[in-house]
Nanobody, 114 residues
Framework: VQLVEPGGDLVQPGGSLRLSCAAS????????MRWYRQAPGKERELVAT????????NYADSVKGRFTISRDNAKNTMYLQMNTLKLEDTAVYFC????????WGQGTQVTVSS
C-alpha cells in the first residue's frame, strides 16, 4: 500500500490550493479515505473524510465551507480543494486509509503566508 501526496506549496492568505493523494497497492474504490493535518507544535487533526464511492463527506468545523474533499476512483486518487486559505491552515497534510492496518502518506507541507 502506498499513498503519495504531491502538491504542497506556499500560498498567500485568501488563496487556493489543491492537494492530491495517489493511491496504489490496494483496491482504492473499496475504502474510505481521510485527510489529516498537523501544524507545528500541535496534534494531528482530522480535516475531512470521504466514503468509498465519494457520496458522503465530512469536514472539521475549521474548514467547513472552504475545503472540499473528493476522489476519482478511476484514477485511484483523492483530492482536497482548499479555498480561502488562512494563516492557521499552515500544516503538513496527510492522506490516510485503514484496512487491517492504518496507512499514511508521507505528508505535504502547506504554508499560508503573506
Amino acid at each position: 500500500v502506498q499513498l503519495v501526496e504531491p502538491g504542497g506549496d506556499l500560498v498567500q492568505p485568501g488563496g487556493s490550493l489543491r492537494l492530491s493523494c495517489a493511491a496504489s497497492g490496494f483496491t482504492f474504490s473499496k475504502y474510505p479515505m481521510r485527510w489529516y493535518r498537523q501544524a507545528p507544535g500541535k496534534e494531528r487533526e482530522l480535516v475531512a473524510t470521504i466514503d468509498s464511492l465519494g457520496d458522503t463527506t465530512n469536514y472539521a468545523d475549521s474548514v467547513k465551507g472552504r475545503f472540499t474533499i473528493s476522489r476519482d476512483n478511476a484514477k485511484n486518487t483523492m483530492y482536497l480543494q482548499m479555498n480561502t486559505l488562512k494563516l492557521e491552515d499552515t500544516a503538513v497534510y496527510f492522506c490516510y486509509t485503514r484496512m487491517n492496518f492504518e496507512y499514511w502518506g508521507q505528508g505535504t507541507q502547506v504554508t499560508v503566508s503573506s
